[in-house]
């Protein structure tokens, strides 16, 4: 049972669960590995990697995850992820509006990171606004109500760059890359034997059809169209994303200023010195695309329905701004987009073969936007449970859950969110559609 070092894999999806876990397989001598990616380039647009930056918070509520991210950011530091880790800190932080949830969520990440060894000396807890401008002074808005803490140990990945990095070493350590036409994926075929169902590989949208011995489904918020015994296990759900544009002078100034949270409102980082964009990122319930006929959100297909932001998240953004770095607080805001993501419920990771296919495909999912962080080790996780005794994940919490009717809106019960999820076609503005 199991593949040998020799087999035939193939990864459907060259964003970050895809380009990690061909990283590890090679790394661990697996030589006959094929990374298939809808773009004709990676980092792709469809991927949620695909962007400026990603925070790496290294303290959750739960040790399971902050132990995890404790060996991710080890690993950020090695040559091949150093160029793109930037631990400029955390400023986690709630507002004086902010609802009993979003203090209550701050006060159990402080806690963790309080009481964590390796995190602990890098914390330093925040009264107020004049404790905030000690720990960032570029931050001359009125800062109104904000508490919280500043952590040193955490910051923030560029993670467009990390992806391009990784494509780079898997190409030269002998992954083949299908990319566009070659590359789309169209379904996973299975042959029946008498020995029972299993995957016999892939067909491409251009009908090629592709051996493999294991087929490793890491195609982010995309992943229901292959695997539909998924059901509503894995929604795809998105927040936006927008920039500010400085000036040469106004990036630098703001160089080296750390990730900045207040938890009602949302975030920001410091600028991208090549490009002067500064991120920005409203919090909410998130937005989601059901399928009337089946019950499950889906990516949209053409990325333009995903190029804008609902008005009250721009509404917020602008708000996160005055108080913090009034001066942007009325410029364009630029890039805007809807970043997809696979969620779900309990925001557990799905790495698991599925079921009854005589372990032929694995699902690799569910990054629930909180996986990016672990993109130096998340290919691991593959590595390990291809190792592992037995065909079952000995992590349960991220085995196969049977498909459960649940609808997609839980973002109201998850601790680090606040607000309900809202369908895609309540917030597209009229244009959108024919951008
Ligand atoms: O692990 C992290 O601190 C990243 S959270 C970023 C975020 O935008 C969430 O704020 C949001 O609630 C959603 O989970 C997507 O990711």
Redesign the pocket.
């Known amino acids: 049972m199991g593949v040998s070092k020799s087999d035939s894999i193939i990864i459907v999806g060259g964003g970050a669960f895809g380009l990690s876990t061909a990283l590890h397989l090679s790394q661990k001598g697996y030589t006959n590995i094929s990374v298939f990616e809808k773009d004709n380039n990676i980092p792709p647009r469809f991927s949620a990697a695909n962007d400026l930056n990603k ?1 790496v ?1 290294a303290e959750y509520e739960d040790d399971f995850y902050t132990d995890l991210t404790i060996k991710a950011i080890e690993a950020w530091k090695t040559p091949l992820f150093a160029p793109h880790f930037h631990q400029t800190g955390f400023l986690h932080c709630v507002s004086g509006d902010a609802p009993q949830k979003a203090v209550d969520t701050l006060k159990r990440f402080q806690a963790s990171a309080e009481s964590h060894p390796k995190i602990q000396p890098h914390v330093y807890p925040i009264q107020n606004a004049d404790g905030v401008r000690d720990a960032c002074w570029q931050l001359d808005g009125p800062i109104l109500g904000w508490h919280g803490y500043l952590n040193r140990f955490d910051g923030y990945a560029h993670s467009a760059n990390a992806l391009a990095a990784v494509y780079r070493a898997t190409q030269a350590a002998g992954v083949r890359f299908f990319l566009g036409e070659q590359g789309a994926v169209d379904e996973i075929v299975y042959d029946s034997t008498l020995e029972g169902r299993k995957a016999a590989g892939i067909r491409t949208k251009n009908g090629r059809f592709h051996p493999s011995s294991l087929v490793i489904v890491a195609a982010g918020a995309a992943v229901g169209r292959l695997v539909p015994e998924l059901g509503r296990n894995v929604v795809a759900k998105s ?1 936006s994303v927008a920039h500010v544009h400085l000036t040469d002078e106004e990036t630098s100034a703001l160089r080296g200023i750390p990730v900045t949270y207040a938890r009602d409102l949302g975030f920001f980082f410091e600028p991208d010195p090549k490009t002067n964009l500064l991120k920005l ?1 409203p ?1 909410g319930g ?1 937005y989601i695309n059901t399928d009337p006929k089946t019950g499950v959100s889906h990516a949209p297909e053409s990325l333009s329905e995903s190029a804008f932001v609902p008005v009250e998240d721009e509404r917020q953004m602008r708000k996160l701004l005055a108080h913090t770095l009034p001066s942007l607080a009325d410029r364009p805001l630029v890039n805007k987009s809807l970043c997809w ?1 696979a969620d779900t419920n309990d925001s557990d990771f799905i790495v698991d073969y599925i079921p009854n296919l005589s372990s032929s495909v694995i699902v690799f999912s569910g990054d ?3 996986g990016f ?1 672990m993109f130096p080790i998340v290919g691991s996780f593959i590595t390990d449970l291809l190792e592992a005794p037995g065909t079952q994940q000995p992590i349960a919490r991220w085995r196969w859950k049977k498909a459960n009717g649940q609808a997609g809106d839980w973002a109201g019960d998850v601790s ?2 606040l607000g309900q999820s809202k369908e895609l076609s309540e917030i597209l503005p009229p244009k959108a559609s024919k951008l």
Do not use: T, Y
């Open positions: 925070i918070r927040w990122c919090m998130g993501f629930s936007g909180h962080k680090w969110r």
